[in-house]
């Protein structure tokens, strides 16, 4: 199926949700004009549908394969990386100083949802980079950051997260792998790192470890945590990429999804010998662990937007061209296409209200993230608070679109010819990776909740309320959310609070992408041909009274689930 980038629903979200206009008032990101914000969003999604999603069945059912100690790619793939580093689409957000074009993250974001949703697997090459360029310029030396920033910033080189091993997967502060100083500044790096996600490929000339380890006599637990930056090849401080670093691939994983993202068992220092740097401050790891996370996590909750808008084309157009039965109650008994009946139609419509809200909250997100880069205090809260609501909402919501349109397709989504089954498939893995969505339910329950003495998410759930007099369903359930909460603050245990916590999460999220699709579809009031409206609506009367019903879940308290010991429950 070909795919068709989202671009006019783009520059809607970026200019309602984002207020990319705003953004481009302030000095820092004059250059985001509109014409080049157009100019951008149409280009990269011309570039993800041109370069990317061809390759998007092949990396399926090829994959990447190890051989001879080196990961290799199908026929297409380097050619299409090459030709992202060379029209600079890796470079949007990064700083000018290490030779990026210093634009909003907004902007970058755009631009991953249209390469992902062309090919999944793919971007999360450079999601990945992303991460250890915000690492190393938050907590990098100078020179550290001269050395490696230029690079990667173009995507010539990546970059990778190094944080699970075998024994320490959601608990970090478990982790062995050891970094022992040599004296010069340099340390020895040994220990075995699994899930790594690009962590061996043969598209770009060096690979950017980012490994956390533990030094001698490091405390117990994540507050022993070091991080470390280990190139694939020594790098010259010239940046002449030097001799192999003693860092290998051991074996990729063999998984449901992401074919082509090549997921690799990381061992370092086999042979005694591989070199690392500290990055920032010894025992500062998980600092910077959370710098690169909550990069991570926006972008992870991006794939959800990615893969719902996948799917939900495939979808619309199977429906349009499957002639299946009568309309019910139709004096004209010819079959139509499936699209006419009631059921579908739903489901249609589902899928699209679904994914045009966790697009919108996604700009919104990227949108507050940027005015925090500003020194907005208060936009950097909001955005902290929505990073798990949009991380974990937006992959469930990729999930359950991935499989409403295999439903669509029926018996022949179940197969593989499709393509529908490969979305599922591929969705499956964002609800886990970067911290799996209920670690974000816990994270919104006991740190996000308490932010500013409770404020920030009242402050929140109140301006949604005040701003959803068109659509009260909204309005009820941003006030559901605050009650909520404030019982959560004031009378709940803590486990009371983590066994409410993943519905909880739902309904907030629910609460501020219905709220940013009544802001599009105010936008566009004057445009009589618009669709926003109608989407809007549907998730207001349908999608918000869902999650206004979780309510008793998200209260419910932490007894019940242990009314059964661990045996009994096992049966």
Same mark, same amino acid.
């Given at each position: 199926?070909? !795919?068709?980038?989202?671009?006019?629903?783009?520059?809607?979200?970026?200019?309602?949700?984002?207020?990319?206009?705003?953004?481009?008032?302030?000095?820092?990101?004059?250059?985001?004009?509109?014409?080049?914000?157009?100019?951008?969003?149409?280009?990269?999604?011309?570039?993800?549908?041109?370069?990317?999603?061809?390759?998007? &069945?092949?990396?399926?059912?090829?994959?990447?394969?190890?051989?001879?100690?080196?990961?290799?790619?199908?026929?297409?793939?380097?050619?299409?990386?090459?030709?992202?580093?060379?029209?600079?689409?890796?470079?949007?957000?990064?700083?000018?100083?290490?030779?990026?074009?210093?634009? %909003? !993250?907004?902007?970058?974001?755009?631009?991953?949802?249209?390469?992902?949703?062309?090919?999944?697997?793919?971007?999360?090459?450079?999601?990945?980079?992303?991460?250890?360029? #915000?690492?190393?310029?938050?907590? =990098?030396?100078?020179?550290?950051?001269?050395?490696?920033?230029?690079?990667?910033?173009?995507?010539?080189?990546?970059?990778?997260?190094?944080?699970?091993?075998?024994?320490?997967?959601? *608990?970090?502060?478990?982790?062995?792998?050891? $970094? @022992?100083?040599?004296?010069?500044?340099?340390?020895?790096?040994?220990?075995?790192?699994?899930?790594? @996600?690009?962590?061996?490929?043969?598209?770009?000339?060096?690979?950017?470890?980012?490994?956390?380890?533990?030094?001698?006599?490091?405390?117990?637990?994540?507050?022993?945590?070091?991080? !470390?930056?280990?190139?694939?090849?020594?790098?010259?401080?010239?940046?002449?990429?030097?001799?192999?670093?003693?860092?290998?691939?051991?074996?990729?994983?063999?998984?449901?999804?992401?074919?082509?993202?090549?997921?690799?068992?990381?061992?370092?220092?086999?042979?005694?010998?591989?070199?690392?740097?500290?990055?920032?401050?010894?025992?500062?790891?998980?600092?910077?662990?959370?710098?690169?996370?909550?990069?991570?996590?926006?972008?992870?909750?991006?794939? =959800?937007?990615?893969?719902?808008?996948?799917?939900?084309?495939?979808?619309?157009?199977?429906?349009?061209?499957?002639?299946?039965?009568?309309?019910?109650?139709?004096?004209?008994?010819?079959?139509?296409?499936?699209?006419?009946?009631?059921?579908? &139609? &739903?489901?249609?419509?589902?899928?699209?209200?679904?994914?045009?809200?966790?697009?919108?909250?996604?700009?919104?997100?990227?949108?507050?993230?940027? &005015?925090?880069?500003?020194?907005?205090?208060?936009?950097?809260?909001?955005?902290?608070?929505?990073? %798990?609501?949009?991380?974990?909402?937006?992959? *469930?919501?990729?999930? #359950?679109?991935?499989?409403?349109?295999?439903?669509?397709?029926?018996?022949?989504?179940?197969? #593989?010819?499709?393509? $529908? $089954?490969?979305?599922?498939?591929?969705?499956?893995?964002?609800?886990?990776?970067? =911290?799996?969505?209920?670690?974000?339910?816990?994270?919104?329950?006991?740190?996000?909740?308490?932010? #500013?003495?409770? =404020?920030?998410?009242?402050?929140?759930?109140?301006?949604?309320?005040?701003?959803?007099?068109?659509?009260?369903?909204?309005?009820?359930?941003?006030?559901?959310?605050?009650?909520?909460?404030?019982?959560?603050?004031?009378?709940?245990?803590? *486990? *009371?609070?983590?066994?409410?916590?993943?519905?909880?999460?739902?309904?907030? $999220?629910?609460?501020?992408?219905?709220?940013?699709?009544?802001?599009?579809?105010?936008?566009?009031?004057?445009?009589?041909?618009?669709?926003?409206?109608?989407?809007?609506?549907? !998730?207001?009367?349908?999608?918000?009274?869902?999650?206004?019903?979780?309510?008793?879940?998200?209260?419910?308290?932490?007894?019940?689930?242990?009314?059964?010991?661990?045996?009994?429950?096992?049966?």
């Amino acid at each position: 199926m070909d !795919f068709f980038p989202a671009t006019a629903d783009q520059l809607l979200a970026m200019r309602v949700c984002a207020g990319i206009d705003e953004l481009a008032a302030h000095p820092r990101f004059a250059e985001a004009s509109p014409d080049l914000v157009e100019a951008i969003a149409g280009g990269i999604g011309a570039f993800a549908a041109g370069e990317f999603a061809p390759l998007n &069945r092949i990396g399926d059912t090829q994959g990447a394969r190890l051989a001879n100690g080196t990961v290799s790619l199908p026929a297409g793939f380097a050619e299409a990386y090459s030709a992202y580093v060379a029209q600079g689409w890796n470079a949007v957000s990064g700083p000018s100083e290490f030779g990026g074009q210093g634009l %909003p !993250f907004t902007l970058s974001c755009c631009v991953l949802e249209n390469l992902g949703a062309a090919n999944m697997a793919f971007t999360l090459l450079p999601i990945l980079t992303v991460g250890a360029i #915000e690492a190393l310029l938050h907590h =990098g030396s100078a020179a550290q950051r001269a050395l490696y920033l230029p690079k990667l910033i173009s995507g010539e080189w990546s970059g990778t997260m190094n944080l699970t091993e075998p024994q320490a997967g959601s *608990d970090v502060g478990a982790l062995r792998t050891t $970094a @022992t100083p040599l004296g010069d500044g340099a340390y020895a790096i040994k220990g075995t790192k699994i899930y790594i @996600t690009w962590g061996d490929h043969d598209l770009a000339a060096n690979i950017v470890h980012l490994v956390l380890a533990r030094t001698p006599g490091a405390p117990a637990g994540s507050r022993g945590i070091s991080l !470390f930056v280990v190139p694939k090849f020594h790098v010259a401080a010239d940046g002449a990429i030097g001799a192999r670093n003693d860092v290998r691939v051991v074996s990729l994983e063999h998984k449901l999804g992401i074919n082509a993202s090549p997921t690799c068992v990381m061992s370092f220092g086999d042979a005694d010998e591989c070199i690392g740097e500290l990055v920032g401050h010894e025992h500062g790891g998980l600092r910077a662990m959370f710098t690169m996370m909550n990069s991570a996590r926006i972008n992870v909750g991006n794939q =959800g937007v990615q893969i719902g808008e996948r799917a939900t084309q495939a979808a619309l157009s199977y429906a349009q061209d499957r002639i299946q039965s009568a309309r019910a109650g139709s004096p004209d008994k010819s079959p139509v296409a499936i699209i006419e009946h009631p059921d579908v &139609r &739903r489901t249609l419509l589902r899928m699209r209200a679904l994914t045009e809200g966790a697009r919108a909250l996604l700009y919104y997100t990227a949108g507050q993230v940027d &005015r925090g880069a500003l020194g907005d205090p208060s936009a950097q809260q909001r955005a902290e608070l929505l990073v %798990p609501l949009l991380k974990a909402w937006g992959t *469930d919501i990729g999930v #359950e679109v991935a499989s409403l349109g295999i439903q669509v397709h029926g018996g022949m989504g179940f197969v #593989e010819e499709t393509g $529908a $089954a490969q979305h599922y498939r591929d969705a499956r893995i964002a609800p886990i990776y970067e =911290g799996t969505n209920g670690i974000q339910a816990a994270d919104l329950v006991t740190r996000k909740l308490g932010m #500013e003495d409770g =404020g920030v998410l009242a402050a929140l759930m109140h301006e949604i309320a005040a701003d959803c007099d068109d659509a009260p369903q909204l309005a009820a359930l941003a006030n559901e959310c605050a009650s909520i909460a404030a019982w959560m603050r004031a009378d709940a245990s803590l *486990d *009371d609070k983590l066994a409410g916590s993943v519905p909880f999460l739902a309904m907030c $999220a629910v609460a501020a992408a219905g709220w940013q699709l009544q802001r599009q579809a105010r936008f566009l009031a004057d445009d009589p041909g618009h669709t926003k409206h109608v989407v809007a609506r549907f !998730f207001a009367s349908q999608i918000a009274p869902e999650a206004l019903g979780l309510a008793a879940s998200a209260r419910g308290g932490a007894e019940l689930l242990y009314a059964l010991s661990a045996a009994a429950l096992a049966g």
